[in-house]
């Protein structure tokens, strides 16, 4: 069967099974885009490449199905590059379509020519630029392989026009030796001795953490992990990229360690003997300063890519596989821990002096935005999807939502990505369309992208965006605040320009409006009864709130701060 | 990495720590992009690199990487390599392990007699070879250890304007020296 290079790369993405395209064309991608008007794939027209990258990913992050994006050349590929990156340090699966200039044209310079696969070599797990139609189904069949196996990535494919114009004779890839990747090996079998030797540690251990990780997620290893803590005792924090692995409700569960984490998890790390690090690379946001961190631990590490041993923090013992396997395997050995009441009896004591906590509310306003967050999660159904931006709201969204399943979070970790918030939540809901889906933004974040609420609006995506609103750039004012003297520099954006509510009208959303304890119940309500259209709702909220607990910024962990009711007296 | 001083009075081509990776790559474009482009964004420091068609197969390529192991643990230089995708295997090669070689080209500007029997006299002691005469200079050659290389060109400095070129070098395992399988 001939087909044009165009129909085999739409009929390969459908072998991929491949249900939603997140995209927007252009030149060198127009002949893809013709034969999608034939495909059962779903396309949602983005209105900005960056858009078209966080849909892709927000879908990702909540289905664990590859992102599927496709944009054209030239500022269509740049304008992706962030999501791409975002991505790559999250290690969210990804395969990224784009148009190249033809061939014949590559390296004169072209007419919205650029050269994508060499900007994005840092930040793709791998990428292809294909040089003959015959070779696309192999490309694509490959770049869903490589962002969905091992340490899963962004894939990036880059298409020129007379590529995707020529003639092919279809074929398909059966065998994974037809993907021609001699060179890689994502899995390997268990080491025995390592596990082993992980056994003995934990048995020995008195004071043990099991520091989990978004790579926890990414193997579906929650069920595993639950009964795994539930056997062994041990106290378990989340980091904010697996928030949801272990639910909140367990008694077992710490929250959230690092700069902005709880109390009891980022002391009991500290005062730990023994980290189990599942899935999780020793972030600078969790380490705080490398040298003080959780001095006394010794360190056993899972992880599939080996290159995250050893590379902030030394690991007695290293277990190269991926979080479900390794749970597997020690539990086959029959892994035990001794008595850890001593343990858990300190643990409770930091539980109960140093809970998350936030100034009273005021009736009048303006608004607590923690109490915004817990006002929307408690009058959220089950099973709601969350996502957010990047900056204070994004950390009292992961201090004080509850997250009870996986894949129930969507934030941009890593790469800390403003802008993330909205396109994500879109990606979510168009994933998963049976679930509520809620972004929590800032102000900033929120005019960033939030042009693409038009196409959640034309698309049927009922989203909800709560913006909490407080007229500031609101972490680097906190940080402006604490650690540059007040002075305020560039941070200010006024809460009434733009006007949110006239926006989100204008975009075809229902735009509320809450700037007391009253009416935040009441839009919240009102929000929730609206399933056809998305929500936008302004929350008029404090700028002088900060986020604690707070460890600064190359600080050791045992220096965290409290919310100020909480100081005073002995530690 | 930071070349040395034209006329520094040491000249350092071997770190005090150095590993030799043997990388076996797929012969694809932009493989080499792939590999500077990891060096450079980890800080990884290269000391020298020579790449050549593989010996067996024309869908590889065998590239030698003398890395700096102070810059980074080798470990970790070795386990970000291995993620790039079209690197198909992985030798790590220890200093005291390792048959290591290399070539140098200089070409001697030479105005008279004295400097020309000076010349051949060096060229003598260390084994190297003349391959290009002319009236006004000499173009000499040696392969041999990096060491046997730094010698010469630091003995063929004192002849004034010189031009010299070294390959970098290539290396094998000693026989009945195994070397670290990687990847």
Known sequence: MQLTGAQALIKSLEQQGVETIFGLPGGAILPVYDPLLDSPIRHILARHEQGAGHMAEGYALATGRPGVAMVTSGPGATNIVTPIGNAHMDSTPLVVITGQVATTSIGTDAFQECDITGITMGITKHNFLVQSAQELPRAVAAAFHLATTGRPGPVLIDVPKDVSQSMMEWWYPVTLDELDLPGYHPTRDVDEDAIARAVELISRAERPVLLVGGGTLKSGASEALVAFAEATRMPVVTTLMARGAFPDSHDQNLGMPGMHGTYPAVTALQRSDLLVVLGARFDDRVTGRVSAFAPDASVIHVDIDRAEFNKIRHADVTVQTDVRTALDALRDAGVTTPPLDAWWSEIRAWRSRYPLTYDEPVEDGPLRPQHVIEAIAQRAEPGTIVASGVGQHQMWTSQFWHFEEPRTWVNSGGAGTMGFGVPAAIGAKVGRPDRAVWCIDGDGCFQMTAQELVTARTEHIPIKVAILNNAHLGMVRQWQEMFYDERYSEVYLSADLPDYVKWAEAMGCVGLRATNVKEMADVIDEANAINDVPVVIDFRTDASEKVFPMVAAGASNDDIMVHPSQRGGAR | ?183
């Open chain 2, 1 to 183: 990495m930071t070349p040395p001083e034209p006329f520094a009075a040491e000249i350092v081509h071997t770190p005090v720590r150095h590993h030799i990776l043997s990388v076996l790559v797929e012969n694809k474009a932009g493989v080499l992009a792939r590999i500077a482009g990891l060096f450079a964004r980890r800080g990884f420091n290269i000391y020298s690199l020579a790449v050549a068609p593989a010996e067996s197969d024309a869908r590889f390529s065998r590239v030698t990487i003398v890395v700096d192991a102070e810059s980074a643990p080798i470990d970790q230089i070795v386990g970000q390599l291995d993620k790039l995708v079209n690197v198909v295997a992985i030798r790590d090669l220890a200093p005291r392990d390792a048959l290591e070689r290399e070539l140098l080209l200089a070409s001697v500007p030479v105005i008279d007699h004295e400097t020309r029997a000076r010349l051949l006299d060096t060229i003598a002691n260390v084994g190297a070879a003349i391959v290009d005469v002319d009236a006004s200079a000499v173009t000499v050659t040696l392969t041999g250890t990096p060491g046997a290389c730094d010698d010469l060109e630091r003995t063929l400095e004192s002849f004034a304007g010189v031009e010299l070129h070294r390959t970098g070098r290539v290396a094998l395992p000693r026989l009945g020296r195994t070397a670290t399988a990687t990847a």
